[in-house]
């Protein structure tokens, strides 16, 4: 059974940066296209940025584009999530997901309310 865990929980000024990790035990992640979500007090999950399993394409939610880098280190079986300029509206849990469906791209990912795994989040606050 895959499992996921992501760590770089933080408390970042806004302008800041932050890299958050999703590591796993019970498979390796180059198996499965892989998201970011975060959720924001009283609002509803969204995908944030995906990654993938086939081709390593990658797609970023509008509001993240040039600010966020998403990659793989199929060695370390690890995603990260690189976070720059960071915004107070970046704020909430962000949790790593994964799925192994034929026809899950980044972009099915990214939009996708029922995935394989998920992970248990990590806070990320954006305040002065």
């Known amino acids: 059974q895959l499992q996921l865990v992501e760590s770089g929980v933080g408390l970042v000024q806004p302008g800041g940066s932050l890299r958050l990790s999703c590591a796993s035990s019970?498979?390796?992640?180059?198996?499965?296209?892989i998201g970011w979500f975060r959720q924001a007090p009283g609002k509803d999950r969204e995908g944030v940025s995906c990654i993938n399993r086939r081709n390593n394409s990658t797609y970023y939610k509008h509001s993240v584009k040039g600010r966020f880098t998403i990659s793989r280190d199929n060695a370390k079986n690890t995603v990260y999530l690189q976070m720059n300029s960071l915004k107070p509206e970046d704020t909430g849990v962000y949790y790593c997901a994964a799925d192994s469906g034929p026809v899950t791209t980044d972009q099915v990912m990214c939009y996708a309310t029922v995935v394989g795994h998920w992970g248990q989040g990590t806070q990320v606050t954006v305040s002065s």
């Open positions: 019970g498979g390796t992640l180059d198996k499965y296209t």
